[in-house]
């Protein structure tokens, strides 16, 4: 089972990520927080394997996020996702220890390969 927290503050778009990710894998835990504060709450709470983090949050930055919990959590997989597919940014997740950059028009094939990936490599490190 994948632990999955999506932190995303459109509804809609975090409805159509859980649903995409729900049907990739049917067993996944998965939590949702429309901002920072909520989503380092679910953390504390109960850490999660794989995050999807938005790069744009109400009152936080995805990126700024992704470096307190990377080090409180290096554990933790987090994909950055924005409508902003710059260099730049790329740059700031890598740095920021995000493990992916995924642009919100990625086809959702490549996101399920992704969602697939994290639980393999998850379940190869409990081996």
Do not use: W
Request: with cysteine; hydrophobic share 45%.
């Amino acid at each position: 089972m994948l632990r999955t927290l999506i932190v995303e503050d459109n509804a809609a778009f975090r409805q159509s990520l859980r649903s995409l990710v729900r049907e990739a894998l049917p067993d996944a835990d998965i939590a949702e927080a429309g901002d920072g504060e909520e989503a380092l709450r679910q953390i504390a709470a109960a850490p999660p394997d794989f995050i999807f983090m938005d790069i744009r949050l109400p009152k936080d930055n995805g990126l700024r996020l992704t470096k307190l919990i990377k080090a409180a959590h290096p554990g933790i997989v987090i994909a950055i996702i924005t409508n902003h597919d710059l260099p730049e940014y790329r740059r700031a997740a890598a740095d920021n220890g995000a493990s992916y950059f995924i642009p919100k028009d990625t086809p959702t094939d490549e996101i399920v390969a992704i969602v697939r990936a994290v639980r393999e490599s998850k379940i190869a490190a409990c081996l």
